[in-house]
């Protein structure tokens, strides 16, 4: 218990620091905002006044607790370049890149799983080994390239979506999901691949382990001996990999939003680096790291629950 | 004892060494100039005469896939090169000497390697600008702390081995046991690190390119651009997109392939008075 | 109950490697064999090829292994399957490793009840809390719950022999059973086994190097030299009277005041 509390210290320390580095770099370092909000009205006049009133003329540790105050409440400032406040641009965004990583994550445990355990099944045979060659392949395509590929097959050639055209969930929640399962496929995929070589991997060493061998003896077959003893020693280690691939996930739905043209905030974010729209794009980071964050430390922290020989003395 | 042949690394030095090859062709010789546009020859498709076919620029694919292909190498290596350089000192000093200072740095180090290295670089760029030598720099500062961590890992490792103590004793500078001594034993695991970062490199910068903060439109062509750029035309004239696609695919098959083959341990089969096959 | 006629057992590594040759045994209901030998005389080998443990692609067995009017080395493997847990038991060294080390003490003694019978839950329950009091676990309700690492090594390897047992198996295995655990435990599993033995009338076939610990349990014995049974009969007989040249080498070796006994 004293070690939950402990993991959530350093959960809010970490989170901290990386706010004040955010803040460093998009407050402080990048510049004068003046200039670009006043646009072409910018007199030198106008520019202090707006500093005045923007409060950017205090000492910098002031400015930082002022804008982490706001951050947490919910002020996250305003847009340059869209004129709204950055909570209404990104309300609706969220939830649809929020929707998209989880689908990718869910298809990587359900494509996966079952297909690494069949390979330990089968493992050193030919048709093991002639799909791991295409399981390497597959891994070394860039998820984007896959979408691409995605969008001219199943988008043009075969129709099952209309490229370019997103469907609100909102209007049609059956077309939503039907039209993300694209772009959350071309993620999931090099990503299963990973999965699936790590899976495989740890379940053909632990094949080889004193307890596979009592359990044959006991008379379970090679199915049952998967299932039962084998497939709960491979996990544990394999949940770190988990975390870490639902953090790339994030990351590459960014991309993914770009080639399926998706309104999330990963095509929001790459808008707004281009404009140098500050306000968004520190908001946007902050989002994502504490959601990575978080991730990591329940991973972390689950890591400690699932193994008995931890929880256990 | 039969050994089976280690499939991954041959494949991969294959791939890899006709990649290089193409490549470094490249640089002396390509079919056409890679950036010369020829708005009569727009949009064909691969034939005799352009093996690839051409762009909506009429810019030949081959010889602009050759070149980017090269830019991303150019770009990817010396990325890797700056964080394994870096990386290795870092991580053999903090490795080797340990102390308070290993432990701050590696609490910053987990604090890193969390984040998704994509984002940050995009955060930077955002400040700085994009190109490709602030893309080099940028990856590369990146990379550092990964192979920190894998470098101090082992270095501390091997700090307690029979073989450094004895050096110790003998009154072996630090600075000679580290080079000298430590750093050919991990040699295996160094390489491996770096066709890893190798193939993060290549991915981070086409995907980059892509996003379009990583090379520019009016530099040397780069694969990840032309991904972008050829994405509009994959109805009338898909070559562009899956060329340039495939190659950044077999680029990181390769190193890939390289990668698993160094950490490959030739696999007798050992004594199996436990297994069990129920195919005979 | 078990005849071995002729049995011969090669590896495919690479090079030829023969582990057993030409070997003939028998053990009737009830009986506690020994096999003893150094290691790599094969006996383990033996054991295993009893056990159906043997990975068929990699290992070349001929001969009969008759366990109770059928030749398993002719069974297929789910005809095996039924044996293995059931009629046929097997201790081995590790306890350690040889437990899963995921899974609560009491679910892995149940595990041959729940692949070989129909009992519900709360029988097997019952049965593995009864089995482990039979083989001195203390306090089974807690250990019940507790995992591989909770337990000592001695516990561990009596949490093994309850697994083994709970099915009242024809034949018990055991591979060096207690090689891996200090001298006053391995006296008292001695113990256990003997009076499963006495009490159940559960044959036991004990490989192990160490010719004191066999000759605390079992009445036979058989040894083994290079893939060969060179010398069988009652272990007292053995002891006082070796007759083979690697018999007197194994006895002085463990007990150097019957040198003068001895060649």
């Given at each position: ?11 809010i320390l970490?989170l901290l620091?990386i706010?004040?580095?955010v803040?460093?770099?998009f407050q402080?370092i990048?510049g004068d905002?003046t200039?670009?909000m006043l646009?072409?009205h ?7 006044a707006l500093?005045e009133?923007?409060g950017l003329?205090?000492p910098v540790i002031?400015?930082y607790f ?5 951050f947490?409440?919910g002020?996250f400032?305003?847009?340059?370049s869209y004129n709204m406040?950055?909570s209404e ?9 929020a ?5 990718s994550f ?10 690494a355990?069949?390979?330990a ?7 093991d080994?002639?799909?791991m060659l295409i ?10 390239f896959i979408?691409?590929?995605f969008t001219?097959?199943?988008?043009l050639i075969?129709n099952l ?7 609100p ?5 059956a ?7 694209f772009p ?5 995929l090099?990503?299963s691949?990973?999965?699936i ?5 740890g379940m ?5 382990e004193?307890?596979v061998?009592t359990?044959y003896?006991?008379g379970?077959?090679r ?6 003893h ?10 770190t ?5 639902l953090v790339d996930?994030i990351?590459?739905?960014i ?7 998706i309104?999330g905030i ?5 808008a707004?680096?281009i404009?140098?729209d500050f ?6 980071i ?5 959601v990575?964050?978080?991730?990591n430390n329940?991973a972390?922290?689950?890591y400690k629950y699932i193994?008995p020989r931890?929880?256990?003395? | 004892m039969?050994?089976?042949?280690n499939?991954n690394l041959?494949f991969?030095?294959m791939?890899?060494?006709?990649t290089?090859?193409?490549i470094?062709?490249g640089y002396?010789w390509t079919p056409?100039e890679?950036n010369?546009m020829?708005?009569a020859?727009?949009n064909?498709a691969p034939?005799?005469a ?7 620029f009429?810019r030949?694919v081959?010889?602009?896939?050759m070149?980017g292909?090269g830019?991303?190498?150019?770009i990817?290596?010396l990325?890797v090169?700056?964080g394994?350089?870096f990386?290795?000192i870092?991580?053999?000093?903090t490795?080797?000497?340990?102390g308070t200072?290993?432990?701050?740095l590696?609490?910053i180090?987990?604090a890193f390697t969390?984040?998704?290295s994509?984002?940050?670089?995009l955060?930077?760029i955002?400040?700085t600008?994009s190109g ?12 550092i ?6 470098i ?9 081995r029979?073989?450094v103590k004895?050096?110790?004793l003998?009154?072996v500078?630090h600075?000679?046991?580290?080079f000298?001594?430590?750093l050919p034993?991990i040699m295996?695991v160094?390489?491996?690190s770096?066709?890893i970062?190798?193939?993060?490199a290549?991915l981070a910068?086409a995907s980059?390119s892509?996003?379009g ?7 040397r062509?780069?694969l990840?651009?032309?991904?972008l750029?050829s994405q509009?035309y994959?109805?009338?004239?898909p070559?562009?997109?899956?060329s340039?696609?495939?190659s950044?695919s077999i680029?990181?098959l390769g190193f890939a392939l390289i990668?698993?083959?160094l950490?490959?341990?030739?696999t007798w089969r050992?004594r ?9 | 109950?078990l005849?071995i006629?002729?049995l011969e057992v090669?590896?495919?590594d690479?090079r030829?490697n023969?582990a057993?040759?030409?070997?003939d045994?028998d053990?009737?209901e009830?009986?506690?064999?020994g096999?003893?030998g ?8 033996t054991?295993?090829t ?5 990975e068929?692609?990699?290992a070349?067995i001929a ?6 009017g059928?030749?398993?080395l ?10 293995q847990?059931?009629d ?5 060294q590790e ?6 080390p995921?899974?609560?003490?009491g679910r892995?003694?149940e ?9 519900s ?8 809390l009864?089995?482990?009091?039979l083989v ?9 719950k ?9 516990q561990?390897q009596?949490?093994m022999?309850?697994?083994?047992f ?8 055991l591979d060096e ?5 200090d ?14 033995n006495e009490?159940c009338?559960i ?7 160490d010719l004191?610990v ?10 083994m030299?290079?893939?060969?049974i060179?010398e069988?009969?009652?272990t007292?007989e053995?002891?006082?009277?070796p007759?083979?040249?690697?018999t ?5 070796a463990?007990?150097?005041w019957r ?5």
């Amino acid at each position: 218990m004293h070690y939950v509390v402990k993991r959530i210290c350093i959960f809010i320390l970490t989170l901290l620091v990386i706010s004040m580095l955010v803040f460093l770099a998009f407050q402080i370092i990048s510049g004068d905002p003046t200039t670009n909000m006043l646009g072409t009205h910018s007199t030198p006049e106008r520019v202090e006044a707006l500093r005045e009133e923007l409060g950017l003329n205090d000492p910098v540790i002031l400015r930082y607790f002022r804008w982490l105050g706001d951050f947490i409440t919910g002020d996250f400032g305003t847009s340059f370049s869209y004129n709204m406040p950055v909570s209404e641009l990104i309300a609706g965004k969220i939830g649809v890149s929020a929707a998209l990583t989880v689908i990718s994550f869910l298809m990587v445990l359900i494509i996966s799983f079952p297909i690494a355990t069949l390979l330990a099944r089968y493992a050193h045979t030919f048709f093991d080994r002639f799909c791991m060659l295409i399981n390497q392949l597959i891994m070394s395509m860039p998820p984007f390239f896959i979408g691409i590929i995605f969008t001219y097959v199943f988008g043009l050639i075969l129709n099952l979506f209309t490229v370019g055209k997103f469907i609100p969930y909102s209007e049609n929640p059956a077309g939503f999901f039907g039209f993300l399962l694209f772009p959350a496929l071309a993620i999931a995929l090099p990503k299963s691949a990973m999965v699936i070589k790590l899976l495989r991997g740890g379940m053909v060493r632990e094949m080889s382990e004193d307890y596979v061998r009592t359990a044959y003896s006991r008379g379970n077959s090679r199915w049952q001996v998967l299932r039962s003893h084998v497939m709960r020693n491979t996990i544990i280690p394999v949940i770190t990999f988990l975390a870490v691939t639902l953090v790339d996930i994030i990351a590459g739905s960014i991309i993914i939003e770009q080639v399926f043209t998706i309104p999330g905030i990963g095509r929001l974010l790459m808008a707004c680096i281009i404009k140098r729209d500050f306000p968004v794009v520190q908001t946007i980071i902050m989002i994502i790291a504490t959601v990575v964050i978080t991730v990591n430390n329940i991973a972390d922290i689950s890591y400690k629950y699932i193994d008995p020989r931890i929880r256990f003395r | 004892m039969r050994r089976t042949p280690n499939f991954n690394l041959i494949f991969g030095c294959m791939i890899t060494g006709l990649t290089i090859g193409a490549i470094v062709l490249g640089y002396f010789w390509t079919p056409y100039e890679p950036n010369v546009m020829s708005m009569a020859d727009k949009n064909l498709a691969p034939c005799a005469a352009h093996w690839l076919g051409t762009d909506n620029f009429g810019r030949d694919v081959l010889s602009r896939v050759m070149e980017g292909a090269g830019t991303t190498l150019n770009i990817a290596f010396l990325a890797v090169a700056i964080g394994a350089i870096f990386g290795t000192i870092i991580g053999g000093l903090t490795g080797y000497f340990g102390g308070t200072l290993d432990e701050i740095l590696m609490r910053i180090n987990d604090a890193f390697t969390a984040f998704p290295s994509i984002l940050l670089a995009l955060v930077i760029i955002s400040i700085t600008g994009s190109g490709k030598n602030n893309v080099i720099i940028i990856l590369g500062i990146l990379f550092i702390p990964s192979f920190a961590r894998v470098i101090r890992s082992e270095f501390a490792k091997q700090r307690n081995r029979d073989y450094v103590k004895n050096a110790q004793l003998m009154g072996v500078s630090h600075r000679r046991i580290m080079f000298v001594h430590i750093l050919p034993n991990i040699m295996n695991v160094l390489l491996s690190s770096i066709a890893i970062g190798f193939n993060n490199a290549v991915l981070a910068e086409a995907s980059m390119s892509y996003l379009g903060v990583g090379v520019g439109p009016t530099e040397r062509a780069s694969l990840g651009r032309m991904l972008l750029d050829s994405q509009a035309y994959m109805t009338t004239s898909p070559w562009m997109a899956l060329s340039a696609g495939f190659s950044i695919s077999i680029m990181i098959l390769g190193f890939a392939l390289i990668s698993e083959g160094l950490g490959y341990r030739p696999t007798w089969r050992p004594r199996p008075k436990r297994r069990r096959k129920a195919n005979a | 109950m078990l005849s071995i006629k002729n049995l011969e057992v090669s590896f495919n590594d690479g090079r030829e490697n023969v582990a057993v040759r030409g070997l003939d045994l028998d053990m009737a209901e009830g009986e506690t064999l020994g096999l003893v030998g150094e290691s790599g005389c094969g006996k383990t080998v033996t054991a295993l090829t009893v056990a159906g443990l043997l990975e068929k692609g990699y290992a070349n067995i001929a001969g009969e292994v008759i366990f109770e009017g059928r030749d398993l080395l002719k069974c297929t493997v789910n005809e095996l399957r039924l044996l293995q847990g059931k009629d046929i038991g097997v201790i081995f060294q590790e306890p350690m490793t040889s437990l899963d080390p995921l899974m609560k003490i009491g679910r892995q003694i149940e595990e041959t009840l729940k692949l070989h019978s129909k009992f519900s839950a709360e029988e097997r329950r019952k049965m593995a809390l009864e089995v482990m009091k039979l083989v001195g676990l203390p306090e089974p309700e807690e250990t019940y719950k507790k995992y591989p690492h909770q337990l000592s090594g001695g516990q561990r390897q009596r949490a093994m022999i309850a697994a083994a047992f709970i099915t009242r198996p024809k034949l018990l295995i055991l591979d060096e059973p207690t090689t891996a655990l200090d001298v006053t435990i391995q006296a008292q599993i001695l113990e256990l086994l003997k009076r499963l033995n006495e009490k159940c009338g559960i044959s036991l076939l004990f490989i192990s190097h160490d010719l004191r610990v066999v000759r605390r349990v079992c009445k036979k014995v058989a040894v083994m030299y290079n893939g060969r049974i060179v010398e069988y009969g009652d272990t007292e007989e053995i002891f006082e009277h070796p007759k083979h040249e690697y018999t007197k080498q194994l006895i002085s070796a463990v007990s150097p005041w019957r040198k003068s006994n001895v060649g």
